[in-house]
């Protein structure tokens, strides 16, 4: 028998996507070459650090040809072990860190003496089933998809992104306001289209513009400004009124209800400076333009999920918004109020990521005593004995049943992750309780655009007084 080639035939990588679920099957295949006698056996090798190999044997799958024979290594279980166990990880409002679900693990296959070449893979705390369109496969999480979270007003939410190289430039990005950063020296004129898109449909940065919009630029030759003229389309102009903000600003009048307003900004602006105005064009209402300039720096972080956490001011939908390698990506949050008492739920989803939910404050609680047992008694006398038999005690789970209103399509679609969650909590006493969840399974309704859903919260075993 001699093995004259090693080819991997199936490694599970598509469009350059490797990201992978492992809590579900997951197998690679190796195609063998050989002459003379098919070979019975063959290894595969893995490692997390190029520093530490650990090596499994693949089962015999298939013979091709004559000289082809295929092995197959059922990897899944395997895998797992090389994931950390899922926690919440701390942090602080508008922060970014690491999720810590996610490993990069370089596979290949031996028979001691032939090698394939080694591929690598990021394996992930998620799952996929049979109705998932790639298999394990998590593209739409590799090619950061825009997903939905719901989040309470004034409490955190998470969000996640995933980086798929450690080199990449992370930034934590607000749109709402223009971005510094020291190292760069032409702060001001790097950001005059973020400043456009801030105040969407009221600047045109150097072309002319539409109807009720005002031209700006940068400040010539030396771009550390902006220069602004009250003309659009049709030429009829305006003026303009309350200038206020850190930085010194000329405002010259040019022609007949034209005005020019140069603002001077400082090399590198640093955190919370702004500028703000207001426009007056002919026959329009007034607008107000503002540019506020926040501080970031650029993280790296090793390749996996990186994980936001944002604290919504008030309800409705809000994005929340991070820079991967110069790529802009978002979310969606839809923020609800919390009223006093209301309780939080919180949840991993399939994708190996914290979820929140609100409870209403107005649950059932119920107490559920099994016995554990009675102990005989001596009757000495039937006159002085009420009974020969005493009970030792009692365990009790509690169960609160518990109400969330007014979930809509995409809440209740989530639904499914949160039953078949295996790490379900609720905020109570100051501290997350893991509980257990039961409710009627449904995760997609037909008719109604929102729905209320009530849910059984079984609480963790309470402790009761025993004569053991």
Same mark, same amino acid.
């Given at each position: 028998m001699a093995i004259t080639a090693i080819d991997v035939f199936e490694n599970n990588i598509e469009n350059g996507v490797n990201l992978m679920a492992i809590h579900n099957p997951l197998t690679f295949i190796a195609e063998v070459t050989y002459t003379s006698t098919a070979p019975d056996t063959l290894q595969v090798v893995l490692t997390d650090d190029n520093t530490n190999y650990y090596t499994y044997d693949c089962v015999y799958y298939a013979d091709i040809s004559l000289t $082809?024979?295929?092995? @197959?290594? +059922?990897?899944?279980?395997?895998?797992?072990?090389f994931l950390p166990t899922v926690a919440d990880v701390g942090q602080g409002s508008d922060t970014i860190v690491n999720s810590n679900i996610t490993n990069v693990v370089s596979i290949y296959f031996t028979d001691g003496v032939t090698e394939s070449t080694p591929f690598s893979i990021t394996i992930c705390h998620a799952a996929r089933d049979y109705t998932d369109l790639n298999g394990a496969l998590m593209v739409d999480e590799y090619n950061n998809e825009t997903k939905r979270y719901t989040g309470?007003?004034?409490?955190?939410?998470?969000?996640? *992104?995933? =980086?798929?190289?450690?080199?990449? %430039?992370? +930034?934590?990005?607000?749109? &709402?306001?223009?971005m510094v950063l020291s190292t760069v020296t032409d702060t001001?004129?790097?950001?005059?289209?973020?400043?456009?898109?801030?105040?969407?449909? $009221? #600047?045109?940065?150097?072309?002319?513009?539409?109807?009720?919009? /005002? *031209?700006?630029?940068? /400040?010539?030759? &030396?771009? #550390?400004?902006? @220069?602004?003229?009250? $003309?659009?389309?049709?030429?009829?102009?305006? /003026? !303009?009124s309350n200038v206020i903000g850190d930085f010194t600003y000329t405002l010259t009048e040019i022609g007949s209800n034209e005005w020019i307003l140069e603002i001077a900004i400082t090399t590198n602006p640093t955190n919370g400076q702004y500028f703000q105005f207001n426009?007056? #064009?002919?026959?329009?209402?007034?607008?107000?333009?503002?540019?506020? !300039? $926040?501080?970031?720096t650029i993280q790296h972080f090793d390749v996996g999920f990186i994980k936001k956490a944002i604290t919504p001011t008030a309800e409705g939908e809000i994005t929340s918004h991070i820079?991967?390698?110069?790529?802009?990506?978002?979310?969606t949050v839809k923020a609800v109020a919390k009223c006093t008492n209301d309780i939080k739920l919180r949840y991993i989803d399939r994708n190996g990521q914290y979820r929140f939910m609100l409870m209403s404050s107005f649950y059932k609680a119920e107490s559920r005593p099994e016995s554990i047992g009675d102990i005989d008694l001596y009757v000495v006398s039937l006159k002085d004995s009420a009974s020969n038999t005493q009970r030792i005690g009692y365990k009790n789970k509690d169960t609160l049943t518990m109400r969330s209103h007014l979930l809509d399509a995409d809440e209740i679609t989530l639904?499914?992750?949160?039953?078949?969650?295996?790490?379900?909590?609720?905020?109570? =006493?100051?501290? *997350?309780?893991?509980? &257990? /969840?039961?409710? %009627? =399974? @449904?995760y997609r309704y037909q008719k109604k655009d929102t729905l209320d859903i009530i849910l059984t919260v079984e609480l963790p075993q309470s402790y009761n007084l025993t004569k053991l």
């Open positions: $082809k024979r295929q092995f @197959i290594f +059922i990897a899944d279980e395997v895998l797992r072990s309470i007003v004034g409490e955190l939410v998470y969000q996640y *992104w995933y =980086n798929d190289d450690a080199n990449n %430039d992370i +930034i934590n990005f607000d749109p &709402t306001k223009l001001v004129g790097a950001n005059a289209t973020q400043l456009e898109r801030v105040n969407d449909g $009221k #600047l045109s940065y150097g072309v002319p513009p539409e109807i009720g919009e /005002i *031209w700006f630029d940068v /400040i010539p030759y &030396t771009g #550390l400004g902006y @220069i602004f003229r009250t $003309k659009y389309l049709g030429g009829e102009g305006g /003026i !303009f426009y007056t #064009l002919t026959g329009k209402e007034t607008q107000t333009i503002r540019g506020e !300039f $926040k501080s970031y820079l991967i390698d110069g790529i802009e990506y978002y979310h639904l499914k992750d949160l039953y078949n969650s295996n790490d379900v909590s609720i905020y109570l =006493n100051s501290k *997350w309780v893991s509980v &257990t /969840i039961k409710g %009627d =399974n @449904i």
